[in-house]
C-alpha cells in the first residue's frame, strides 16, 4: 500500500461546476498537508496548505483534513477552464531532520466551457 | 512565479552517461530539496541539503549525488544514467529544513531523455 493514495482520474466538469478532490493516507506522522497545482509541463505552485482537523478556505477553494480518517479533500467552487491542470496532495511529516513531501499521483482535472 | 529557476529545461541523454542538473533558489532560502515526476506520477523525494550539507534522503541510489553552494545555487548529479530515469527533475527551495510548517517552492522542472 502506497503511503498517500490519489485517483488519477481524469476528471471532466462543466464550468461553474463544484470539484472535489480527495487524498488518503496512511502514515499518522504526516503533520502538514498541502495541495499543489501542476499546469502542463511546469513546476508544481502551491495552492493550500494546512496543518490540523478541519476546514480552511481561501476564495474559490476549500482545503480539508479528517486526520482521524486519514483523509483529505480539496473543493473548488464555480470551477473555471483555468482550473484545468493536474492537482496533487502533498503530505509532510519529519525523519532523519529532513522535512520531506511525499505526493499523491495526482488527479487530472479539465474544465469544460 | 516562485523565483527559483531550473537548467537546462529540457536534455537528451543516452544510458550509461553521467549529468547534472542546476537549480537557483530564492534568496535567503537555505534549503533544497529535489524530486523526481516520472510520467503520469507525483513528484518523488531524492534528498534534501541544508546549509551545504545533506539532510536526508530518500530511497534513490548512491548514482544520484547533489551539492548546494553558498549563493543558493544546488546541483543533482546522476552517473550511470538508466532509461528508468528518464522524468522531470524538481527543486524546491524553502526558507528553513528545521520547521515542517516551511513553504517548498518548486521550479519549472528539467526534463531529461534517456536513451
Known amino acids: 500500500q502506497k503511503e498517500v493514495e490519489q485517483d488519477p482520474g481524469p476528471l471532466s466538469v462543466p464550468e461553474g461546476a463544484i470539484v472535489s478532490l480527495n487524498c488518503t493516507y496512511s502514515n499518522s506522522a504526516f503533520q502538514y498537508f498541502m495541495w499543489y497545482r501542476q499546469y502542463s509541463r511546469k513546476g508544481p505552485e502551491l495552492l493550500m496548505y494546512t496543518y490540523s482537523s478541519g476546514n480552511k478556505e481561501d476564495g474559490r477553494f476549500t482545503a480539508q483534513v479528517d486526520k482521524s480518517s486519514k483523509y483529505i479533500s480539496l473543493f473548488i467552487r464555480d470551477s473555471q477552464p483555468s482550473d484545468s491542470a493536474t492537482y496533487l496532495c502533498a503530505m509532510m511529516g519529519s525523519g532523519a531532520g529532513s522535512y520531506q513531501l511525499t505526493f499523491g499521483k495526482g488527479t487530472k482535472l479539465s474544465v469544460i466551457p | 512565479e516562485t523565483g527559483v529557476t531550473q537548467s537546462p529545461t529540457h536534455l537528451i541523454k543516452t544510458r550509461g552517461q553521467q549529468v547534472t542538473l542546476r537549480c537557483s533558489s530564492q534568496s535567503g532560502h537555505n534549503t533544497v530539496s529535489w524530486y523526481q515526476q516520472a510520467l503520469g506520477q507525483g513528484p518523488q523525494f531524492i534528498f534534501q541539503?541544508?546549509?551545504?550539507?545533506?539532510?536526508g534522503r530518500g530511497n534513490f541510489p548512491p548514482r544520484f549525488s547533489g551539492l548546494q553552494f553558498p549563493n543558493y545555487s544546488s546541483e543533482l548529479n546522476v552517473n550511470a544514467l538508466e532509461l528508468d530515469d528518464s522524468a522531470l527533475y524538481l527543486c524546491?527551495?524553502?526558507?528553513?529544513?528545521?520547521?515542517?510548517?516551511?513553504?517548498?517552492?518548486f521550479g519549472p522542472g528539467t526534463r531529461l531523455l534517456v536513451l
Open positions: 524546491a527551495s524553502s526558507l528553513d529544513a528545521t520547521s515542517y510548517q516551511e513553504t517548498q517552492y
Open positions: 541539503y541544508y546549509r551545504e550539507e545533506e539532510n
